[in-house]
């Protein structure tokens, strides 16, 4: 269990989305949450890398499987209209501080 009193603002996000879509028409289709920002995941580890002070550099291997896939540029993003999000990258790391300073 975390201990902190913040509630996390990305969650927050996902809930408001969340009861949006369930007093809206149906859509009859599959709904996408995403962030305001695009990363590769490289950068998203380089992020986090620096948010906690590590000095280790992240290397891309474009033969490196996720999960046993192979991923191009587009797999992980939303496709052409998702629900975006208010909070930024940089925002979620600073409201997780704690949280990601208790794992590392």
Do not use: C
């Not at 192979?70 to 797999?75: F, P």
């Amino acid at each position: 269990m975390v201990k902190t009193g913040l509630t996390k603002r990305a969650a927050i996000d996902v809930a408001e989305a969340l009861a949006d879509i369930a007093i809206s028409p149906p859509v009859n289709n599959t709904v996408e949450l995403a962030g305001p920002e695009r990363f590769r995941l490289n950068e998203l580890i380089q992020k986090y890398l620096g948010s906690i002070q590590d000095p280790r550099e992240v290397i891309t291997d474009p033969y490196a499987l996720y999960f046993g896939a192979k991923l191009d540029e587009l797999t992980l993003t939303p496709t052409d209209h998702p629900r975006i999000g208010s909070m930024s990258f940089e925002q979620w790391l600073d409201h997780n501080g704690d949280v990601l300073d208790a794992k590392s």
